[in-house]
Every structure is written in structure tokens, then in C-alpha cells.
């Protein structure tokens, strides 16, 4: 039978994974865990993870979002059953670390904070990016990432555009020395004008305003 996944010969342009095959990588596992949080957050009964799991840090993800046991399949199929010492090593060493005696003091810790699409809209403030220069090392990632032009490189350090920034936090989540945090914006219009920075031509008068828009208003 066919596994529920493709890969293509780009040579011949045929098909080559019919049959068992490692189909579960860690690009799906933000999809699978957001899933898990919302299930979990609603029913009374375990939920099981899977699709996307590959390291033991990936584990302890899952039980934070509420799941109740965690399954491996591609990482062990690629990797060899000796993978799953690395797994339980890792994992031990964790809960060694942070002084958890029992995977149960692990499992649901996130769900709490987990916020539905209308909770989200109506908790959640818009913020935007802002830099410790004394931590910046000038690597650059968050220049290399950032779709909204919000960060300007200087000569070995970088820079926010706080009119630009969107606030997604993708720059605090690449940078290795966590010299990005992110701040509660002022209000909801400086984050839409933020978004929409790049096409002002494109968004109605009252998110970006123009000289004869403010002049109409004032009168």
C-alpha cells in the first residue's frame, strides 16, 4: 500500500517511496501540537501525540500541551531503535534539571496559557520588537528572517523599526543570544499600520492616513 506521503525521483519523475517509509517530519510538528492543545484543553480523556515528534525536547512539548503519551516513528526509522536511549537520556536529564519527579508534573503545564482564535483577538495586545544592544552580537539572523523589513543592519549591531515591526517574535525566536524581547504596543493602529507599512497605497485612509485624509479629519 501506499504511505499517505510523497517524494519524486526529480531524474525520472517517478514515485519513490511505495511502501513503508519515514513520513513525519519536524515541519508538521507545529500543526500536530497546536491540535493537541485545543483537544486536550476541551476533553476529559488522554490524547496521544504523534506526527512530528523527533527529539526528546519535542516530548516534552507535547506533554506541556496537554498529551498524555508522545509517539516516535520517522526519527526512529531513520535513526536506528538506538535512538530511543538518546530519547529517554534526554529526557531524563531534563526532568533531572528541573527537578520533575513524575511525567505527570510536566503534562498540561502550557494548556492554561493556550488561547482560542477568539481569545486570542480579544487578550492578546499587539507588540513589537525591541533590542539590548549589549546583547546583540551582530549575527544578523532576525535581518535574515524579518518579512517586514523591520530591522536595519548597523555596523555590528542591528536595529529595530518599531513603525515596521509586526510583532510576530520571529526574530526572538532565531536569536542566539536572546538580545530580542517584544513590548505591548500603544494601541491596535500603530500594529495596523505596522502590517502595512510596505503597501500604504493599499490599505484604506483610516489604518494609514495620507496628508489630505488627517487634513479632512482635523476639519
Known amino acids: ?60 512539548e507535547f506533554l506541556m500541551a496537554g498529551a498524555a503519551g508522545v509517539q516516535y516513528c520517522s526519527s526512529i526509522m531513520l535513526r536506528g531503535l538506538g535512538y530511543v536511549k538518546t530519547l529517554v537520556d534526554g529526557l531524563e536529564g531534563f ?32 507588540r513589537y520588537a525591541v533590542v539590548d544592544h549589549k546583547k546583540c552580537e551582530g549575527c544578523f539572523r532576525c535581518y535574515e528572517v524579518c518579512f517586514y523589513d523591520a530591522i536595519k543592519k548597523l555596523r555590528r549591531k542591528i536595529q529595530v523599526i518599531k513603525e515596521n515591526c509586526a510583532g510576530c517574535t520571529l526574530c526572538t525566536q532565531v536569536c542566539p543570544s536572546q538580545a530580542l524581547i517584544t513590548k505591548e504596543r500603544e494601541s491596535v493602529l500603530e500594529h495596523f499600520q505596522a502590517m502595512a507599512a510596505a503597501h500604504k497605497d493599499l490599505v484604506p485612509e483610516d489604518i494609514y492616513p495620507s496628508k489630505e485624509f488627517e487634513q479632512k479629519v482635523v476639519a
Open 1 to 60: 500500500a501506499n504511505n499517505n506521503v510523497l517524494r519524486i525521483d526529480t531524474e525520472s519523475g517517478k514515485p519513490i517511496n511505495y511502501g513503508p517509509c519515514a513520513g513525519t517530519f519536524p515541519q508538521i510538528k507545529a500543526v500536530t501540537l497546536r491540535w493537541v492543545g485545543a483537544v486536550a484543553k476541551e476533553v476529559g480523556i488522554p490524547v496521544f501525540a504523534g506526527r512530528g515528534a523527533t527529539t526528546w525536547q519535542d516530548a516534552v
Open 95 to 126: 526532568m533531572i534539571r528541573k527537578d520533575y519527579r513524575k511525567m505527570s508534573e510536566i503534562q498540561g503545564r502550557a494548556v492554561k496559557h493556550l488561547l482560542s482564535a477568539k481569545e486570542f483577538i480579544e487578550k492578546v495586545k499587539p
